[in-house]
C-alpha cells in the first residue's frame, strides 16, 4: 500500500508525490493472501483494539500462560500444574469489526492434530447473545510445522462483535487476526465485571471432551454472565476427580478452602462435587468443608451438589463422552446447574 505526501499550493492545485509503501514501516498494513482472500493481519496479542482475558500475567512480548511465570520453575508447583500452565484453555480474544472475513495465523504447539483439543472457535455477538458460528484447527502437519493459518470465518457486512476462544490442550506463541484490507477495527464493548471468575478444577474443568473450545461450561458461564476467566470475582472450586481418593480429600479440600479463604475473606466460593458416578463418601467430605464454613459465619460460600447435574436422564451416559468427561450435552447441564448459584453469589458479593 502506498500513499500521497499531499499538498495545496496558493493557486489552489493538489500536488503530491507518491510515498514508500507503508506496509515496510508498519506491519500492521502489510497485506497477504489466505486462500483468494486478500488479508491485512493484526497482532491479536499485542494490538489496542482486542481484548485479551485469561492470561492476567500476560506482558506483551511474552508467554501465554496461566500461572505467574516465575512458578514454572518453582517447586511450589507440581509437574501437573507446570505442564498445563501454557495451554491455552480459557483464553479469549475480543474484537468488533466490519470486515468481510476473519483469518487466524497462529504459532501453535498441541499434543495432538483435534479441533476439539487444539482448536480455535469463533462467536458472533447478535442482540447481546454469543452465537457459535466456526470451530478450526491445525492439521497433523500444520502441528508438526507449527504453524497454522485458516479463514475461520465468512461473516458477511456491517459492523460486529466477534469472540474467538483458544486451544484447550495447545499453547500459542503468537496469534494475528486477519481482516479485509479496507475494514475497520475496533474494541468490543466492556465486559460486564473487571474481575475475572477462577475455576479450579480438573480435565473436566479444562474442557476435556467438548466439540470445541467454547462448549465447556466455564466458556458458557464466561460468555453468559459477560466475566473472563481466571482471577477473580469468584471462586469455582471442582477437584473431586484429581483428588485420588477420598483420603486425599480429607487432607486437602478444608485446608485448601480455609487458605483461599484467608487470603479473600468475601470473595464468593462455589465448592462443586462430580457429577458422574457420584461417591458418597467423596461427596460427605466436601460437603463437610462447606457446612464448617457455614457453621463458623462464612456468608459468602456456596454448594453444588454434583449429582443433580444428569439425574433427570434416563441414563447419565447421555452426557458422558467417555465414563467420566462430560460431552457437549453434558456441559451444558452443568452450566445450567451452576449459572443460578453463580448468579446469586456474584450478586450477594458485590
Known amino acids: 500500500m502506498k500513499t500521497r505526501n499531499l499538498q495545496i499550493s496558493s493557486a489552489g492545485q493538489i500536488t503530491g508525490e507518491v510515498q514508500e509503501d507503508i506496509s515496510k514501516f508498519d506491519k500492521n498494513f502489510a497485506e497477504a493472501k489466505v486462500g483468494n482472500r486478500s488479508v491485512r493481519y493484526y497482532d491479536a496479542l499485542d494490538g489496542p483494539n482486542f481484548v485479551v482475558t485469561g492470561f492476567p500475567w500476560y506482558k506483551p512480548g511474552g508467554q501465554l500462560v496461566r500461572i505467574p511465570e516465575r512458578l514454572l520453575n518453582s517447586d511450589l508447583v507440581n509437574h501437573g500444574v507446570k505442564g498445563l500452565a ?34 480455535y ?21 500444520e502441528l508438526k ?14 459492523m460486529r462483535e466477534f469472540l ?24 468490543p464493548r466492556p465486559w460486564e465485571s473487571v474481575k ?19 462448549n465447556n461450561y466455564p466458556a458458557i458461564l464466561s460468555r453468559e454472565l459477560s466475566i473472563p476467566q481466571v482471577n477473580m470475582t469468584a471462586f469455582v472450586m471442582e477437584y473431586d476427580h484429581n483428588a485420588p481418593n477420598p ?8 485446608e485448601f478452602f480455609r487458605i483461599i479463604r484467608k487470603a479473600h475473606p468475601k470473595l464468593p466460593i462455589l465448592i462443586l462435587t462430580r457429577g458422574d458416578n457420584p461417591d458418597p463418601e467423596r461427596t460427605a467430605v466436601i460437603r463437610a468443608t462447606y457446612d464448617e464454613a457455614v457453621k463458623a459465619g462464612d456468608k459468602h460460600v456456596y454448594f453444588v451438589d454434583g449429582a443433580t ?16 468427561h462430560p460431552n457437549d450435552f453434558g456441559f451444558y447441564l ?17
Open 145 to 158: 510445522a507449527g504453524k497454522f493459518e485458516t479463514l475461520l470465518l465468512s461473516c458477511g457486512c456491517g
Open 196 to 214: 475475572p471468575i477462577v475455576f479450579y478444577g480438573s480435565s473436566i474443568t479444562q474442557g476435556g471432551c467438548a466439540s470445541h473450545p467454547g
Open 86 to 119: 501454557c495451554c491455552t484453555s480459557g483464553g479469549m480474544i475480543r474484537f468488533r469489526t466490519d470486515s468481510e472475513y476473519v483469518a487466524l495465523n497462529a504459532a501453535v504447539q498441541g499434543w495432538e492434530a483435534s479441533k476439539s483439543l487444539v482448536g
Open 121 to 141: 472457535d469463533i462467536y458472533e455477538l447478535v442482540k447481546d447473545k454469543w452465537i457459535f458460528r466456526n470451530v478450526a484447527g491445525p492439521s497433523s502437519a
Open 247 to 254: 483420603e486425599h480429600l480429607k487432607e486437602t479440600h478444608a
Open 164 to 187: 474467538i476462544n483458544m486451544p484447550r490442550y495447545g499453547s500459542v506463541s503468537s496469534l494475528k487476526i486477519g481482516l479485509s484490507p479496507e475494514a475497520k477495527l475496533e474494541k
Open 334 to 350: 452443568m452450566y445450567k446447574a451452576i449459572l443460578p448459584v453463580l448468579k446469586k453469589a456474584l450478586a450477594e458479593g458485590e
Open 309 to 324: 447435574y444428569f439425574s433427570g436422564l434416563p441414563d447419565p451416559g447421555l452426557a458422558l463422552s467417555d465414563a467420566c
